[in-house]
Structure formats: structure tokens, C-alpha cells
């Protein structure tokens, strides 16, 4: 891959240097720097000056010819005041990316805050007035803020006087610049202020006077040089509250299609033949380029291997040598597909798979996962010990583990088939949905005496009777895998249904 | 570079239709309109040196802040120094205290600075309000019997007991009712102050019937029955005057459009060319098909903030060469802004995702009424094995697209209580209902069956 993945790479970090602008400036200008209006401008904060033409942005973004002409039109020629605009669409379909890619082109000023790294309204507030005071917190301010901002209507008021105090610096700057010669530096006097992850929102108050605070900030601030944009991952209609707000203008941007992906994807030089199969499954783009590397890599493989001879010089030798790398690369698609969330998902799966709550098990979950099973012997069989009390009905415990183990095990299964059917589908539903059960903490301790009885004595457990009730959520799978390493025959000990 | 003549027309008709009140300063001024019922409830109030108070409502975007800010325009104008205006937000300050403070220093402000600001300005910043108290004419203090210092300290002291706060702004009341000044108090999203215990609302409304006090009372709510919420107290003291803002009829909208959209004649911009715009502009209003539009437009929605958005986004799409509307311009914008959300994010779901979707639907049939993705999952597996689809996933990936579905909001959690549960037992409901599924499912160009 390496170096032709650039285009992509360099707007997927869009957003996380944007932010990092805002929240961690890192303290690489000198003092004596003089903050100036340019900073509001994409292309000075990053530190590159090339500028870019509308065919440029527009053939960056394919598939997104549309959306591009309509947030085009919507912000309008120079000093055109617009009203707020809210654009909205599924992950990874290129909102931030776009907008402030728009902004790079039409350079013009801007604020941008993203309500992610901005996880409370104090910080959200405090960031946009940091921004717009050219106010950097560093080690010489002691990190602090310009001003502390909690309520909506302190921050109504500052934002109203740092935006006019802005204003009026962009239009002392235009009225001279008009008065020589309009040049391409006119940044224009509006400034425009972008909320990213807006959905967020939703979350932070319960009394929710954040989120029509926000939406009717336009018409609160009352000052028309101001442009405000909303994105959101979730559409406009979950927002609506009971007394309702000031609405913004909708823009959708669409999942890609199929031809879009090609397009996308060919932008990385990567085999578009792959492609329809995983759309089955998933249309996100960060998705799907986490699972086309690997297959990449195994479709270039007989390129760098030596021994094969591919020839690229006639028109039939090219289509034969292309049937020779998807031939060797077509046993390789199927199980990729179904490993396709192995690495964008692994934040989502750690935190399902951490044991929560009440367990004292929580801390044995967490380690062993960063671990990879680095764990003591006994702790792993805590682990399993959890995992059975929390798996099996509690009644059974003595006959898995009485002296004839295994054999039992069949006639117990047997006794439970006799049972009319009916009712052990409505166990069965109740299990489904119950998930793992509660167990006591001497159950743990005894199952665990049971597996490795010579670590831990059962009366140590006797003073905490009547005590809190703990579960395992370690799934099957991670289970088996420690049962085998400590070659523990777990299934034999697993009631099944 | 010399700017051409569409870009400027384009601009003009942008902060026209940006201004909040555009719509409503063209108005006729008939007898009957609220602006000129409201202007004069004020106005008679001003003049008669008495209290009064009066609700506007109706629902969201038709206009009861623009026409209630037109008509203190013009009172400012007519009676420049007998008039001072307080504006409250429910969003903003609802919380007793901080609506006080606020009171207070915009009181200060008004009596400090009558002749250098008509409108009592918000300077809540402390050092320009500190400027401010130092313009003060001590005397006017001195009569008070407080000083200044003690006035400053009540005011940013957050110590300062509710109590000393009200009794300050009676006497503040009092004192602007001796020197003939009526303050307009507008309270913003008023159903809000009325959460609560409204003391506020009490307070204020109470300090009102004192005879030398001379203040309005606006309140403004999107809730009809805001009035409703008080308490009796509070209620008692509030007049029963109610204005309701309707949305505009279509005659009116008629109208208007015109004047709205149209270019005018005396202006910089080339004659031949506003003379061109305009009379493609009447053409296009009075065509069949732009009528057809504007009805889909106010069948939905016919306040005034959704037709100005309406507007907005038409002219934001003209055409930048010819410089003319046309009648896409329109239609399209209907299409932007009548829009079915979730329709959209099902055409955009992967086909893994709509089987859960049409699994979760299946066992919503079956009138099981709680479920979670483990029954989702059994679901899926007899679908599987009955129609012998070609393709299986793992659980894990169809854990994944569940998780997308929730992200996406089609589906979400029957409820917060099982934070401690991982997401695979925890019970999901559809948030869309089995014609939108079936709408999304036909739409969907990947999915395989129907």
C-alpha cells in the first residue's frame, strides 16, 4: 500500500487535526506570533498555501458531485448571509471531510468544533471562545480558558461580543482591500461556525435546553454575517422535542453506491472486483478499507514473488495475468468476509466483552484482554469457574461435578428432552433473552474448588453469605480458548440446551 | 474583478430572505393585524402610565418575535426616552437567580445610561457593566439610599439571597415608574419560566401592582396552553390578553411572494436586467405548476419559517450564468425540504442489515413483544435454513450490522437500564413500521428478494 494510499489518508486525518487545533494546541508557534483572522482559514492552520480548484475538489470526492454543489450553493457567493444548514448522513460518508475541504477551497473563516472531543457544553462553549479570541491555552496561561463559560446564557452573550469583535476585524479588512483592488485574499465578512457530531447533544442534559439553545442560536445572536452548520450522523427527525426548536435546512448525504465505491476504492488502487460481495454486508467506507488490505496484499503477492513471470505488455497478456491474481486470490474472499470487523470493531467488542457491574471479575475480564491470556493459572480458573456459574442453572452444579463427572452428564440431557416440548421452548426463550445469569459469590468459589481444588478452601468464603450476586459476560468463545490452554475440558462441565 | 450583475441580485435576495423580518414589515398595516393590536396595547400603556402584561401565541415560526421586535422599533422611535426594554429567554434564563441578575444590571444599564443608549444593551460582561455603574449618576443612587459599591457587590455576589434581589428590582421598579419610564419586559419561550415554582414569574407579576410601578409584561410561547401552566397566584395577577399568531393564508402568501423575491428597480444593479428577472419572476408565479408546488409545500407546513427556508433555498440554487429563476429552482427545493429520513437510511442499509431488520419485523408478527439480538439471531437462522439463502454470516458481523442499525436509529434499546449487559442481550425494538420496511425494501436496489 504505502505511499498510494496518500489521497486517502490525508482526508481521513482531516478530522482528527482539525480537533486536535482545537483542544490540544500544541504550543509550536512562538510567542511573539500575532494570531490574525487568517487563522479562522483552512489552509493557515494547517500550513499549506496550495490552492485548490473546484474540478480538484469535486473529482477528491467521488460520488459526491451533488452534495458538493448543493452546500455550494447554500453558503452562497462572498458576504452572502445563509441560513443554518444541517447536513446529516450514516458514518464514514464523508460530511467533515467535505465541509471542511469546502472551506479549504472557498477559504473563508471558520469555526470548527466537534462534539466529540467537546463532551460538555462547558467545553464545547469554552472552545468556540478560544477559538474565536485567538486564545491558545498553553503552559504560560496555565491551561485556562479565555473565559469560563457553564450556562447557555453566559455563552449567549460572549460569543455574541467575540463574534462582533470578529466581524468587525473581517470588515475593516475587506473595506480596505475593496478600496485598492479586490484580490483573491478578500476573506469576506462572514464567519461561520461548525458543530461536528451533533447528535451527541442529545445526551448531555435531560432537561435538554442545550440542543434548541444551539439550533436557535442563529436567531438568538441575531447577526445575519453569522453562518452556522450542523452534522449529524442521525437525521433530523430525532430531534424534535416536545415544544420544538428553530429548524435548520436538511441536506442528506447518501451511503455510497457500489459504482461510488469502485470509484473510492480505485482511488487507493485496489481490486474493484472484490467489492459487491461486501457490500452485502456493509457500505461503510472505514470499513472497508480495513478489510480490503489484507486482501490486497494476497492479490499482489504473486507480483513480488519472483518464481511467477507476469508480463504486462500486451493488451491479452494483461487480461490473462489479471485472471491469474483473482484465481489466486478467490479462496481468500470467503472467510474474510466474515472476518470483516476484526480490527474497525475491536473497540466495540472490547467493551462488550469487559466484564461489567457487579463481578469482582470486572478487573480479570479487562487484563486478560489486553493480556491475550497472560494471566496466573488460578485466575484463569476463576475465569471459567465465573463463566459456568453464570452459564448453568445452579441446580445442576453437583451432578457435573459429583464423582462420576462426564457420565452423568448424559443422563441429566436425557431427563430434560422427557419435559413437553412446549415448555422448554418457553425456557429456552427466556434464556435468549435473560442473557447470563446471576450467581452468588460461594458458587463461584465452590465451582472453583471444584476445578482446581487445591487453591482455595471453602471456608474462606463462608462470612460473605448473603453478599452481592456476580455474573460472567466472557463469551464462548474466549472461554474455550482458556479452558484449552490450560487444557480444562470445559465442555463436559457446559450445560447445553 | 468586477462582481456580476446575478451574483449581486443573488446576494440581495439571501439577506432579504435571511432577515427575520422581512416577511412581516411587508405586511398591510390594517386595524385588525397583531402588530398593530400590539402596538397599540403598548403604546396606550406608555402613554397612560399604566402596568399591563399580554401573551403572544402560536405555534413555532409565525412570527411572534419579528412582529413583536418591529413593533418596539417603531415605540423606540416614537417615544425614545420614555422606553426601556428588558428581554428574557426561558432557554437562557430560566434559572431564578441568573434571570435576576440580569434584571438588575439591564435596570442599572437603563437608569445609568438613558440618554446614551435607548435600548437597554445586554452588557452582562462585568468590566463594561462596571464602566457603566461609573457613569452612574451618583445621586440617583443616593436617593435610593444605596451606594454604589453595594450595588455592584448584590449584583455579582452569588451569595445575594433571592429575596434582597426582588426587593431590589420592586424598588428599581418603583423608581423607574417616579421618573415616568416603562419598561417592557419580554419573556421568551414563557412556558419554561413556568416550570417549576415561579417564583420569578410571582415576583415580578406581584411587584407590578404597585401603583408607581409603570412596566409590560410580554410573555411568548409556542404552547396554547401556556397560560394554563401557572400557578393560580401567578395567574390571577397576569391579564387574560392573548394575541395568536396564525401562519399566513395563501391570498396573503400570494401577495407577498412578489414582493419578496423581486429585484428592485432603483437599485445598482443594470436596468435591463432587473426589468428581465422580474418579469420571468411574474411568469413563474403565476404558472400552473409553481401553484401545484407551493400547495405540496404548505400541505405540510405553512408557517412563515418554513417558507422563507423554502425561498432561501430556491434562490440559493439559480442559476448563476443566466442569473434568472426557473420553476426547477422550486420544485427542487420542495424535494430537499419534504424529505422522509428514515426511507433514506434504509435505501442505504447493506443486505445483511435489512435481514435483520425483516427478522426483527418477522418476530414483531409473531406478536413476541420483547426481544434481543440472540432471538434476532435464531430469527435469521430459520429464515436461513427455510429459503436456503446463499450466504451466512457470523454472529459477530451480524452483531455489527445490529450495532450499525442502532447507530442509525431504526433500531434502538427498549430501554437504558441494562448498561451493565453487553449488547447482545439487551432487548431492541424497530423504530419503523412495517410499511416503511416494506417501502425501504422495494426502494433498496441491492436486495436480493423482495
Not at chain 1, 457500505?283 to 478489510?291: G, N, P, T, Y
Not at chain 1, 469487559?354 to 484463569?380: I, N, T
Request: proline share 4%; net charge positive.
Amino acid at each position: 500500500m504505502g505511499n498510494e494510499e496518500i489521497p486517502q489518508s490525508s482526508r481521513r486525518t482531516t478530522r482528527s487535526l482539525v480537533s486536535a487545533d482545537n483542544c490540544s494546541e500544541k504550543p509550536r508557534k512562538s510567542i511573539s506570533y500575532k494570531p490574525t483572522v487568517y487563522d479562522f482559514i483552512y489552509s493557515s492552520r494547517n500550513g499549506d498555501d496550495k490552492n485548490l480548484s473546484l474540478d480538484d475538489l469535486i473529482s477528491s470526492f467521488p460520488g459526491r458531485t451533488t452534495q458538493i454543489t448543493e452546500v455550494l450553493g447554500h453558503l452562497g457567493p462572498l458576504n452572502s448571509p445563509m441560513l443554518p444548514l444541517f447536513i446529516y448522513g450514516g458514518t464514514s460518508t464523508g460530511k467533515t471531510s467535505i465541509i471542511l475541504e469546502i472551506f479549504r477551497y472557498l477559504k473563508r473563516p471558520f469555526v470548527y468544533s466537534s462534539c466529540v472531543s467537546c463532551y460538555s457544553p462547558r467545553i464545547l462553549f469554552e472552545s468556540i471562545l478560544n477559538q474565536l479570541a485567538f486564545h491558545k491555552r498553553s503552559e504560560e496561561n496555565g491551561y485556562l480558558s479565555v473565559k469560563k463559560c457553564d450556562k447557555p446564557s453566559d455563552f449567549a452573550n460572549f460569543v455574541k461580543e467575540a463574534l462582533v469583535s470578529v466581524l468587525d476585524i473581517l470588515k475593516g479588512k475587506s473595506a480596505k482591500l475593496s478600496s485598492k483592488r479586490r484580490s483573491t485574499d478578500d476573506l469576506g465578512n462572514m464567519i461561520y461556525l461548525i458543530f461536528d457530531d451533533f447528535e451527541l447533544v442529545r445526551e448531555w442534559d435531560k432537561s435538554s435546553t442545550v440542543l434548541p439553545f444551539l439550533f436557535g442560536l442563529y436567531r438568538m445572536l441575531g447577526l445575519p454575517e453569522v453562518g452556522i452548520i450542523f452534522l449529524s450522523k442521525v437525521s433530523p427527525d430525532v430531534y424534535y422535542s416536545n415544544s420544538g426548536h428553530f429548524e435548520p435546512v436538511p441536506l442528506y448525504f447518501p451511503g455510497y453506491t457500489e459504482k461510488d465505491l469502485r470509484q473510492i476504492f480505485m482511488l487507493k488502487r485496489e481490486k474493484p472486483e472484490l467489492n459487491s460481495c461486501f457490500l452485502e454486508v456493509t457500505r461503510q467506507v472505514d470499513e472497508l478499507s480495513v478489510a480490503f488490505h489484507p486482501l490486497y496484499e494476497k492479490y499482489c503477492e504473486p507480483l513480488n514473488d519472483p518464481g511467477s513471470n507476469f508480463s504486462w505488455e500486451t493488451k491479452q497478456k494483461r487480461e490473462d495475468a489479471k485472471r491469474r491474481l483473482f484465481s489466486h486470490l478467490v479462496p481468500h474472499i470467503r472467510p474474510s468476509l466474515n472476518e470483516v470487523f476484526k480490527i474497525s470493531s475491536l473497540d466495540v467488542e472490547a467493551k462488550t466483552n469487559v466484564v461489567k457491574g457487579k463481578a469482582s471479575a470486572k478487573k480479570l475480564g479487562a487484563q486478560e484482554e489486553e493480556l491475550d491470556f497472560h494471566m496466573c493459572v488460578s485466575a484463569k480458573y476463576l475465569l471459567i469457574s465465573a463463566f459456568l456459574a453464570s452459564r448453568n442453572p445452579a441446580t445442576l452444579d453437583a451432578s457435573f461435578f459429583d464423582s462420576t463427572g462426564g457420565q452423568s452428564n448424559g443422563r441429566k440431557k436425557r431427563k430434560c428432552s422427557e419435559k413437553s416440548t412446549e415448555q422448554k421452548e418457553m425456557a429456552e426463550q427466556e434464556l435468549l433473552l435473560k442473557g447470563p445469569g446471576t450467581f452468588p459469590l460461594e458458587r463461584l468459589l465452590a465451582i472453583f474448588h471444584l476445578c482446581n481444588a487445591n487453591f482455595v478452601s471453602k471456608g474462606s468464603s463462608c462470612p460473605l453469605e448473603g453478599s452481592t450476586r456476580y455474573k460472567s459476560t466472557v463469551s464462548e468463545e474466549l472461554a474455550v480458548k482458556i479452558a484449552r490452554s490450560l487444557k480444562f475440558p470445559i465442555s463436559r462441565y457446559l450445560y447445553r440446551r | 474583478m468586477e462582481k456580476n450583475p446575478a451574483e449581486e441580485a443573488l446576494i440581495l435576495l439571501r439577506s432579504r430572505l435571511c432577515d427575520p423580518h422581512a416577511f412581516f414589515s411587508l405586511l398591510p398595516s390594517s386595524s385588525d393585524t397583531n402588530f398593530s393590536k400590539l402596538k397599540f396595547l403598548i403604546s396606550s400603556s406608555i402613554t397612560e402610565a399604566c402596568n399591563n402584561s399580554v401573551l403572544l401565541l402560536g405555534p413555532r415560526g409565525c412570527g411572534k418575535t419579528a412582529v413583536l421586535e418591529l413593533v418596539l422599533r417603531d415605540l423606540l422611535v416614537e417615544y425614545p426616552d420614555m422606553i426601556s426594554v428588558i428581554k428574557l429567554n426561558g432557554l437562557l434564563h430560566s434559572d431564578d437567580n441568573c434571570a435576576l441578575k440580569v434584571r438588575l444590571k439591564s435596570l442599572l444599564i437603563i437608569k445609568s445610561s438613558s440618554t446614551l443608549q435607548q435600548m437597554a444593551a445586554f452588557e452582562f460582561n462585568f468590566f463594561s457593566f462596571l464602566l457603566d455603574v461609573m457613569r452612574l449618576n451618583t445621586k440617583t443612587f443616593q436617593s435610593l439610599g444605596i451606594g454604589v459599591r453595594t450595588i455592584i457587590k448584590k449584583i455579582d455576589c452569588a451569595q445575594a439571597s433571592f429575596d434582597d434581589n426582588t426587593q431590589f428590582v420592586i424598588s428599581m421598579l418603583r423608581e423607574c415608574g417616579l421618573a415616568h419610564k416603562t419598561i417592557v419586559i419580554v419573556l421568551d419561550e414563557f412556558d419554561i419560566f413556568a416550570q417549576g415554582k415561579q417564583r420569578l414569574l410571582y415576583s415580578l407579576l406581584d411587584a407590578m401592582q404597585s401603583v408607581t410601578s409603570q412596566a409590560v409584561v410580554i410573555g411568548i410561547s409556542c404552547r396554547l396552553d401556556a397560560d394554563q401552566l401557572l400557578e393560580k397566584r401567578v395567574r390571577s395577577r397576569l391579564s387574560q390578553r392573548k394575541l395568536l399568531f396564525c401562519p399566513p393564508s395563501k391570498d396573503e402568501l400570494e401577495r407577498l411572494l412578489e414582493f419578496l423575491l423581486s429585484l428592485p428597480v432603483n437599485s445598482s444593479l443594470p436596468q435591463s436586467y432587473v426589468v428581465e428577472f422580474n418579469k420571468e419572476l411574474r411568469k413563474i408565479l403565476a404558472d400552473k405548476k409553481f401553484k401545484d408546488t407551493m400547495n405540496t409545500l404548505l400541505s405540510s407546513d405553512s408557517t412563515v419559517d418554513q417558507i422563507m427556508r423554502f425561498l432561501f433555498l430556491s434562490v440559493s440554487t439559480m442559476d448563476m450564468k443566466t442569473g434568472i429563476l426557473s420553476i426547477e429552482n422550486f420544485k427542487r427545493a420542495v424535494v430537499r425540504l419534504n424529505r422522509q429520513p428514515k426511507l433514506e437510511y434504509l435505501k442505504d442499509c447493506s443486505v445483511l442489515e435489512l435481514y435483520i431488520l425483516v427478522c426483527m419485523k418477522r418476530l414483531e408478527v409473531k406478536e413476541q413483544n420483547s426481544y434481543n439480538f440472540n432471538s434476532v439471531m435464531k430469527e435469521y437462522k430459520a429464515i436461513h435454513d427455510s429459503f436456503q439463502t446463499p450466504d451466512y454470516y457470523a454472529r459477530n458481523v451480524c452483531l455489527r450490522a445490529l450495532e450499525h442499525l442502532i447507530q442509525c436509529e431504526l433500531v434502538c434499546f427498549m430501554d437504558n437500564k441494562g448498561y451493565n449487559q453487553s449488547n447482545e442481550f439487551r432487548p431492541v425494538k424497530l423504530l419503523i413500521s412495517p410499511y416503511e420496511l416494506q417501502l425501504g425494501l422495494k426502494e433498496n436496489q441491492s436486495c436480493p428478494v423482495s
